[in-house]
């Protein structure tokens, strides 16, 4: 994961279409729960939708208050850059 939204987008998309249909695909599938429901990848949809808005909404907030995200490694060579 890159300590940018876009990296965080690309992370959260990446694991809801891999490890969130895989692990939707038994619901779906009837192995558990009701035979051939879509709600499964319904709530899969809405879970990932919520998680990009609340991306932006923790992105706007750490800039505003000035938190560098990311590795502490980076943000100590940002910091010894910068004096």
Do not use: H
């Not at 599938?29 to 808005?53: E, K, M, Q």
């Not at 502490?72 to 910068?82: A, D, I, M």
């Amino acid at each position: 994961m890159t300590p940018t939204l876009f990296g965080r987008w690309q992370t959260r998309i990446f694991l809801l279409a891999t490890v969130g249909v895989l692990a939707s695909l038994p619901f779906y599938l009837g192995y558990l729960g009701t035979r051939y429901n879509p709600i499964y990848f319904w709530v899969l949809f809405y879970v990932g939708l919520l998680g990009l808005g609340w991306d932006v909404l923790y992105d706007f907030l750490q800039n505003l208050c000035g938190i560098e995200t990311g590795p502490v490694s980076f943000n100590s060579l940002l910091r010894s850059s910068k004096e």
